[in-house]
């Protein structure tokens, strides 16, 4: 088991930045590939950024390269979504989520949730 609480989020001005932080904690949280997915728009809920279990690579959707950057602290067992130049297409629920040991960065299956926060772009 891996159990996940997010903070930061907010209401943010376009064009600004947020830091959000997933601390994990279990037994194998340090062998679980980490990803925060997003919901926006009413769209169903995507897979916006990852890191794999050992931290050496990440991957990102088409639409947030560039700007979201997610890294992991091993010391610390917390993953980071830095988030730049928001806009209001970006506004939604932001949640962390975990494999189970060594799974897949892109695919998963990510069985971990935590309970999400709102990330709320002004324009």
Known sequence: QVALVESGGGLVQAGGSVKLICAASGHYAGQAAMAWFRQINGKERELAAAASWSGGNTY???AV???FTIS??????????QINNLNPHDTGIYTCSATRPYGTMATGPYEFWGQGIHVTVSS
């Open 72 to 81: 992991r602290d091993y010391d610390t067992n917390t993953v980071t979504l």
């Open 65 to 67: 390269k560039g700007r």
């Open 60 to 62: 990102y959707t088409d």
